[in-house]
């Protein structure tokens, strides 16, 4: 089994920053690519960054300049540094990651940390 366990969520005002994290643990033989989504209320879930193992990065459009993803290969951890913060940005912020392990390649979703972005 897998476990993938998002932290750093919370209330910030329009302007503030926040860092998530996301830590996985398990059986794990390697993690490929590994991103931050999310889903506000009444929308889809879409994507907001992602990494693969090979180190580029990948932002959607609305949160270029403003959000950075890094990753710790050594603590199979991703974080997602959100500057600017937008109330736009309110939303759950899930983990995803790629994962190679005893039963195959597959991917791994968190539960959600929420952001709210308010004043």
């Known amino acids: 089994q897998v476990q993938l366990v998002e932290s750093g969520g919370g209330l910030v005002q329009p302007g503030g920053s926040l860092t998530l994290s996301c830590a996985a643990s398990?059986?794990?033989?390697?993690?490929?690519?590994m991103g931050w989504y999310r889903q506000a209320p009444g929308k889809e879930r879409e994507l907001v960054a992602t990494m693969p193992s090979s180190g580029s990065t990948n932002y959607a459009d609305s949160v270029k300049g403003r959000f950075t993803i890094s990753r710790d290969n050594a603590k199979n951890t991703v974080y997602l540094q959100m500057n600017s913060l937008k109330p736009e940005d309110t939303a759950v912020y899930y983990c995803?990651?790629?994962?190679?392990?005893?039963?195959?390649?597959?991917?791994?979703w968190g539960k959600g940390t929420l952001v709210t972005v308010s004043s």
């Open positions: 995803n990651a790629d994962i190679s392990n005893l039963f195959g390649n597959q991917a791994y």
């Open positions: 398990g059986s794990i033989f390697s993690i490929n690519a």
